[in-house]
């Protein structure tokens, strides 16, 4: 899962992605349905402005984690939305980068494949604590050891928990600690 991407193999799949963006786009446009092409392309506004706000935080190896993750085999999608995040958060890139691949790992291995799997992060933060939302909606197939994965490796982050909200709804939250 961990992948060192170069200029030309970053630039090949950004320029796949936009490609079936602008076909979307275009193919809608084409059947008359301005309105949904209207729609897609204000989505594609919406994450732009999120990658932006990732990239300009001062956590490149995770930013790198997420925003390259959709470009390879997985059994799940992530998104994300950085709500309220300090542009210099304190926390160690180097540790979060690989917890989360470390994590994305143990779900990859747990997640029904060929099924519409997708992780939702969202990120807050108040004064004392960052906050790590993931919400996936999917398929687990061993939730017991995805669990018992996330509870074992909790030192960084500072708390984690896990829960089963519907029937195929999971919410893990991964907190920080600011303030020792």
């Given amino acids: 899962m961990s992948k060192d991407w170069t200029v030309l193999e970053t630039l090949k799949y950004t320029r796949h992605d936009w490609l079936n963006r602008l076909q979307l786009i275009k193919g809608n446009l084409s059947l008359g349905k301005t309105e949904q092409a ?7 506004v919406m994450e732009m402005q999120q990658e932006a706000m990732l990239s300009n935080i001062k956590l490149p190896r995770f930013a790198e984690v997420l925003l390259t993750h959709n470009w390879e085999g997985h059994n799940f999608k992530v998104e994300y939305e950085l709500v309220t995040l300090p542009e210099a958060p304190p926390l ?5 980068a690989e917890w989360t691949k470390s994590f994305f790992e143990q779900l990859n291995k ?9 992780l939702y992060l ?4 108040t004064d004392d604590t960052i906050r790590f939302l993931f919400e996936f909606n999917g ?4 939730e ?11 030192s960084y982050p500072d708390r984690v928990s896990f829960e089963h909200t519907g029937e ?3 919410l893990i939250q991964a907190i920080f600690d600011l303030n020792g």
């Fill in 38 to 44: 209207e729609r897609i392309m204000d989505e594609i």
């Fill in 92 to 96: 160690n890139d180097e540790l979060l």
């Fill in 110 to 118: 747990t997640a029904l494949p060929f099924y519409e799997n997708c």
């Fill in 122 to 125: 969202k990120i807050e933060s």
């Fill in 139 to 142: 398929i687990i197939e061993n």
């Fill in 144 to 154: 017991p050891k995805l669990k018992r994965w996330l509870l074992e490796n909790d």
């Fill in 168 to 170: 195929n709804d999971w």
